[in-house]
């Protein structure tokens, strides 16, 4: 575990950037007395990369994961300038990490050596897809407002996201969806996730969400029609609490 510097310049600003979403799950444990924050972050869809007879990995994902939380209370030493109670981050990312058992592996266990992070906190903790983070008893207590993850992949990886979103487009599909979509179910209006899953095979048109976006991470010039979805379209959050 380590803690951040929060002055520090984490993003190249001459870069477009764009946001991948994830799922977490979280915990608060004992250890020996002391109480702990345990956190779990999962891909999401958009990071799975299904292409070829390998078991399916997880592209694209940040140098390291930064986990920031917040509470409702007053915070006499700050971690960061937003007033986080605790900024830290957890180690490095091993690079595309499988999501699933290889079917291959000699192992009898379920879980073989490269896919047993997804159910041992300890290995996900080891390849950076958890943090452990000591927090305090009153902490512990009321828990958080808010808790926040984040990380960053430092240099240019356009051609990188072009290729995800190319397997994507050949393997369970690409879509557009209408900017404003909803990310999470509110008491207001549920997500823009429908279970559906046709779609439409529809020209791009210039100027559209998709020749924009296309052209922004490097597809434009891969495909000349898009997967319309028929019905609402998934997203997930990139916070919990």
């Known amino acids: 575990m380590t803690n951040i510097d929060a002055t520090s310049a984490v993003i190249d600003t001459r870069l477009p950037i764009a946001f991948f979403p994830v799922r ?18 999962y891909p999401d869809d ?43 981050r957890g180690n490095a990312i091993q690079e595309d990490p499988p999501i699933g058992p290889d079917p291959a592996a000699a192992s009898r266990d379920p879980w ?19 943090i452990r983070i ?3 008893a009153t902490t512990a207590a009321r828990g958080l ?5 984040v990380g960053v992949r430092g240099g240019d990886a356009a051609a990188k996201v072009a290729d995800l979103f190319a397997s994507h487009q050949q393997n369970d599909g690409l879509g557009v969806v209408p900017t404003g979509t909803p990310t999470n179910n509110t008491a207001d209006a549920p997500s823009g996730w429908a279970s559906e899953t046709s779609a439409a095979n529809v020209a791009i048109v210039d100027g559209s969400d998709a020749v924009r976006g296309g052209a922004g991470v490097g597809t434009a010039a891969r495909h000349d029609r898009v997967r319309r979805p028929t019905a609402r379209c998934v997203s997930s959050m990139v916070s919990g609490g």
């Open 24 to 41: 977490l799950e979280t915990r608060f444990v004992q250890v020996q007395g002391a109480p702990q924050l345990l956190v779990r972050i």
């Open 145 to 149: 407002t808010r808790l926040v993850v």
């Open 112 to 130: 073989d050596p490269g896919s047993r992070w997804l159910a041992d906190f300890d290995d996900a903790e080891r390849r950076g897809l958890a």
């Open 134 to 136: 000591p927090i305090d």
């Open 46 to 88: 958009v990071h799975i990369d299904r292409s070829g007879a390998a078991p399916a990995r997880a592209r694209l994902l940040p140098d390291a994961f930064v986990a920031l939380g917040y509470t409702d209370q007053p915070v006499a030493a700050p971690a960061t300038p937003g007033g986080a109670l605790f900024a830290v």
